[in-house]
């Protein structure tokens, strides 16, 4: 089956403490993002990859790191989480152009 | 910088009438433009994508539309039914990694 995939689903952390969330695609895509959805603002691009080794800060890069070593997984780094980035964070992936395909979501608290 | 704007914000319709969704964005330099529907606590799910030479996408009983020009979209679903009910969010790529998104339009079905 055709799929994102995101680990962990929900996630609850405390400020300081670095944590990774994992996004993962079946579907041979170069294209991949990842996003946070907050309450009164929407959807938000942190970064986004063209392909392997090809990496671009989306419009709230800050706080966050990515790396794309292989072409199906793209994780999302906070070296120092805060409770500013608490936030549900989604992971898309697409072949160039095309339509993106949404993982199922990550729920992050920071305390 | 693209603002992308979705009117109204919530809506309420009475099974078997047409919906009728409008995004609006600000810069009418974009590669395309995509709708999704997103269901409470769940992901995105990508419905048409059109891109920027076409003037409209259909699938089944969605209809969407694109002028550019004056940075309009519109989406249609015809004799709406309480499964429709979700939040529809539309996003444009201004540039060919990035994507910003309109804050959506909550659609609500009653029976």
């Known amino acids: 089956e055709a799929q994102v995939t995101q680990n962990p689903r929900y996630l609850i952390t405390v400020t300081g403490k670095k944590l990774t969330v994992t996004c993962s695609q079946n579907?041979?895509?170069?294209?991949m993002s990842w996003y946070r959805q907050d309450p009164g603002l929407g959807l938000r691009q942190i970064y986004y990859?063209?392909?392997?080794?090809?990496?671009d800060k989306g419009d709230v890069p800050e706080g966050y790191k990515v790396s794309r070593k292989e072409k199906r997984n793209f994780p999302l780094i906070l070296e120092s989480p805060s409770p500013n980035q608490t936030s549900l964070y989604f992971c898309?992936?697409?072949?160039?152009?095309?339509?993106?395909?949404f993982g199922p979501g990550t729920r992050l608290t920071v305390t | 910088k693209q603002e992308v704007t979705q009117i109204p914000a919530a809506l309420s319709v009475p099974e078997g009438e047409n919906l009728v969704l409008n995004c609006s964005f600000t810069?009418?330099?974009?590669?395309?433009l995509q709708w999704f529907r997103q269901d409470p606590g769940k992901g995105l799910t990508s419905l048409l994508l059109?891109?920027?030479?076409?003037r409209e996408q259909t699938s089944g009983r969605l209809n969407a539309s694109l002028d550019k020009s004056s940075g309009r979209s519109t989406l249609y679903i015809a004799a709406s039914q309480p499964g429709d009910s979700a939040t529809y969010l539309c996003a444009v790529r201004p540039s060919w990694g990035k994507l910003q998104f309109g804050a959506g339009t909550q659609v609500v079905v009653t029976p």
């Open positions: 810069d009418s330099a974009i590669y395309n």
């Open positions: 898309a992936s697409s072949l160039s152009g095309q339509k993106q395909y």
């Open positions: 579907m041979n895509h170069e294209y």
């Open positions: 059109i891109q920027s030479s076409q």
């Open positions: 990859s063209m392909n392997v080794e090809v990496t």
